[in-house]
């Protein structure tokens, strides 16, 4: 592509951003909507296996609508520098725009303060920040960090390494049979010895929006500090983390439309200020001599070297576009699709739904085993007809085994699925079960 067809590309792209009108938005509820906004997302017009792809793995990672790579193409072509405050024009622009996606980011979860929100590669490296800069330094034997049954291995391993590392000891609280953290067992293990509570807010395998604020409430009154892991809630449920009453909460971009690679930690800024950097270079610190230096403040003291500046930048636009289609448009349709897609599973001889049955504090993730199928055969053989899931133990062993399973198949979608994408997952698998019975 020479210059003026990657210009044309790039402006092509921005008239998609641009023609987004909140009145088409609208549609979504009508039915119409997702295939309107399945139109942003270039990667949904291919063919999989010479079958339209029915793409059913966003809790993995989701698609990116025009509007984020028109952004990433954007910055690359007219405002890529090495940021800089104070430098030449290009440096100053990179260094507007990425600050800019900062101020976005601290609005998109109501932060108090944009020096809150530290860029990081995603959840599992904002996990490991708090555990590294927080914990490990202030953990002592006979501390505990209190988790659920139900984490991810990314908001795990990192606590288990500092258990190791300091002599705390982790203990894990209770979920019911469809994988919703018990709040009895939450108020029995917290005590004077809990350092830290640090649960997902959604499980990426049940799909359960489990009750955040009210978990943190418990957890401060017990004087812990508490930790949300985002990665399956930010994507799909307004996220005020003044309300929730949460100290660190993180999440990925990868999973709400934005590029891969960049992901967010916000902390209270007198919680950023009481913690060691995590990493040391450049751009965290100034007046750097030999023996000397300054630690900047808040989030930029966990900005060492140069950063990822399209990151920020393409997150940013993701957050945008779902703003302008409406947060709420989204969930109202994601309700209609949940409902819709655990009535047609109902159906399935010999499926088994891993968490609630009810469509409500839910999100479109849906985990399941079929009878006479391992969940890979069940993947390979959707993968065949073009529909992608995914299956496997769901970096979350601990909560199948509670749960039954060892394994699992997981079906996710997001605001570009619709009602056809349920209903030619659940199609394939009646002739699986068909065929096998
Ligand atoms: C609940 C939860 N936590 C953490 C992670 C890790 O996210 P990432 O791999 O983007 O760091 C995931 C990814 O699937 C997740 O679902």
Redesign the pocket.
């Known amino acids: 592509m020479n210059r003026r067809e990657l210009a044309g590309a790039a402006a092509a792209l921005f008239a998609i951003a641009d023609g987004l009108a909140p009145a088409e938005s609208a549609s979504a509820l009508s039915g119409s909507g997702a295939r309107n906004w399945r139109t942003h997302f270039p990667a949904l017009e291919q063919t999989a296996n010479g079958q339209r792809l029915v793409y059913l793995d966003s809790?993995?990672?989701t698609q990116r609508p025009d509007r984020v790579l028109a952004a990433l193409i954007d910055f690359y072509r007219n405002d890529n520098a090495n940021p800089s405050a104070t430098l030449h024009s290009l440096a100053r622009r990179a260094h507007e725009r990425f600050e800019a996606a900062r101020q976005t980011a601290a609005r998109f979860i109501n932060a108090a303060r944009a020096d809150e929100i530290v860029w990081v590669?995603?959840?599992?490296?904002?996990?490991n920040l708090v555990a590294a800069a927080w914990a490990r330094p202030r953990l002592r034997p006979r501390d505990e960090i209190l988790l659920s049954i139900a984490?991810?291995?990314?908001?795990l391993l990192p606590w288990r390494l500092v258990a190791e590392l300091t002599g705390a000891t982790i203990r894990y609280i209770e979920v019911d049979d469809a994988g919703r953290i018990r709040l009895d067992d939450l108020d029995a293990r917290l005590s004077e010895r809990t350092r830290l509570v640090a649960f997902?807010h959604?499980?990426?395998v049940v799909g359960y929006i489990n009750p955040a604020a009210e978990i943190c409430a418990r957890a401060r009154r017990a004087g812990a500090r508490v930790l949300i892991?985002a990665?399956?809630s930010a994507p799909h449920v307004p996220i005020d983390v003044q309300s929730l009453g949460c100290d660190f909460l993180?999440f990925?971009s990868?999973?709400m439309m934005g590029p891969m690679g960049i992901?967010v930690l916000w902390a209270r800024h007198e919680i950023l200020e009481e913690m060691p950097p995590y990493q040391a270079g450049s751009n965290m610190a100034h007046d750097i001599d030999v023996d000397t230096f300054q630690l900047e403040h808040g989030a930029r003291r966990f900005g060492a070297g140069t950063p990822n500046v399209s990151g920020p930048i393409g997150l940013a636009a993701a957050m945008d576009y779902v703003d302008d289609i409406g947060r709420d448009a989204v969930a109202r349709h994601e309700h209609e699709l949940t409902k819709y897609a655990l009535g047609q599973l109902r159906e399935v001889p010999g499926l088994r739904l891993l968490g609630p049955s009810e469509s409500e504090q839910r999100i479109p993730a849906f985990s399941f085993t079929l009878d006479g199928w391992t969940p890979l055969d069940v993947m390979r053989a959707l993968d065949a007809r073009g529909i992608a899931v995914r299956a496997g133990d769901l970096?979350?062993l601990p909560l199948l085994k509670r749960l039954g399973a060892t394994s699992a198949v997981r079906a996710s979608c997001y605001l570009y699925n619709g009602t056809d994408d349920i209903d030619a997952m659940v199609q394939a698998m009646h002739k699986l079960t068909s065929k096998s019975s």
């Not at 984490?151 to 908001?155: I, L, M, R």
């Open positions: 809790a993995a990672t590669r995603g959840t599992t490296e904002g996990n984490e991810h291995a990314s908001n997902s959604v499980s990426n892991d990665a399956q993180t990925s990868h999973k992901g970096a979350a």
